[in-house]
């Protein structure tokens, strides 16, 4: 079993800032690429940012310049600074992360349970 918890959701005024946690728990060999996504009222979840195990980024053009991924292995956590946020990233954000489960190269995707963001003044 494999465990992804996330944190740090809440409400903010537009132009401020929150950061996103996620730490991943369980029976695995090791995580390998981890992600944000997220989901709006309405609307198909949708990809933020992923990170892969050795710090190579992805992030979707809505969020450039004002989010950043980063991640501690030895945590096996993964983070989402975000700044100068917009209504518009108003979401449920998910984490996502792909697993190696046993050396013999059996691997699995989960999603943490999700956290709410709300920009809003």
């Known amino acids: 079993q494999v465990q992804l918890v996330e944190s740090g959701g809440g409400l903010v005024q537009p132009g401020g800032s929150l950061r996103l946690s996620c730490v991943a728990s369980?029976?695995?060999?090791?995580?390998?690429?981890m992600g944000w996504y997220r989901q709006a009222p309405g609307n198909q979840r949708e990809l933020v940012a992923t990170?892969?195990?050795?710090?190579?980024?992805n992030y979707a053009d809505s969020v450039k310049g004002r989010f950043t991924i980063s991640r501690d292995n030895a945590q096996n956590t993964v983070y989402l600074q975000m700044n100068s946020l917009k209504p518009e990233d108003t979401a449920v954000y998910y984490c996502?992360?792909?697993?190696?489960?046993?050396?013999?190269?059996?691997?699995?995707?989960?999603w943490g349970q999700g956290t709410q963001v709300t920009v809003s003044s």
């Open positions: 996502n992360a792909g697993v190696l489960l046993s050396v013999w190269g059996r691997r699995g995707d989960y």
């Open positions: 369980g029976s695995f060999v090791s995580v390998n690429v």
């Open positions: 990170i892969s195990g050795g710090g190579s980024t």
